[in-house]
């Protein structure tokens, strides 16, 4: 029985590196880790890549290399750190700035093991710095800081949604307590009516009564006089 088996997307890294013997490394060691991978020389067209335009310098978008053709997110970003115009060290600090990439995962690569530099990358938010030559082991330290970023994702998401919800239902509420309001609003006259009508029906009972009252004392002061005049 043929059944069609959904396949998990490899997940996207961005290679950046102004060295083309670097670049082709990194490549191939991305891919033999299952990785999909697009390759760029400068830290200009990375930012173009990813949608932003830096003013400093006007590359043109066909200089990207895509080393596979498919298009998806990107997962993480790897750079060099020294590289001329834009260092590594600069485009960590625009991705970071943008709302939109801040939170893709940034890994730093550098022939020099330079502590105040390592420093300095991973206090601006780097994930990791590795030193060159980069090795295959390298590479199994990517997957986790993807995986941490996709968890940020979802729960992010996930708060929005129930900030949605909330905001919707206090809207709904807000817009049924005018009408309940209204109501009660509309029905107090008619009680207030009704009780001012039934009042002068019961004020003239009243006073009836006391007519009919009045006539039966006065009957009764006649009639003595009548049979007194019989009498006589």
Known sequence: M?????????????????????????ERLLKTSSFQVTTVDSGSKALQFLGIHDDEEGTSPASVHHADQLEVAVNLIITD????GMTG????????????????????????NIPSRINRCLE????????????????????????????????????EQHQQSDSSSSSSNESSSPTN??????????NSS????????NNTGSENSNIRKRKAADSEE??????ILKNN
């Open 124 to 159: 601006e938010g780097a994930d990791e710095f590795f030193l060159k030559p980069v090795r295959l082991s390298d590479m199994s330290k990517l997957k986790p800081h993807i995986l941490r970023s996709r968890c940020k994702e979802h729960y992010q998401q996930e708060q």
């Open 2 to 26: 043929a059944a069609a088996v959904a396949t998990e997307a490899p997940f996207h890294v961005l290679a950046v590196d102004d060295s083309l013997p670097d670049r082709k490394l990194i």
């Open 81 to 84: 750190y020294c590289m001329p």
């Open 222 to 227: 006649i009639l003595p006089q009548t049979n």
């Open 181 to 190: 309001s209204s109501s009660n609003a509309s029905s107090s006259p008619t």
């Open 89 to 112: 060290y600069d485009l960590l600090k625009k991705i970071k700035e943008s709302s939109s990439l801040r939170d893709i995962p940034v890994v730093i690569m550098s022939s020099e």
């Open 194 to 201: 009704s009780n001012e009508s039934s009042s002068p029906t």
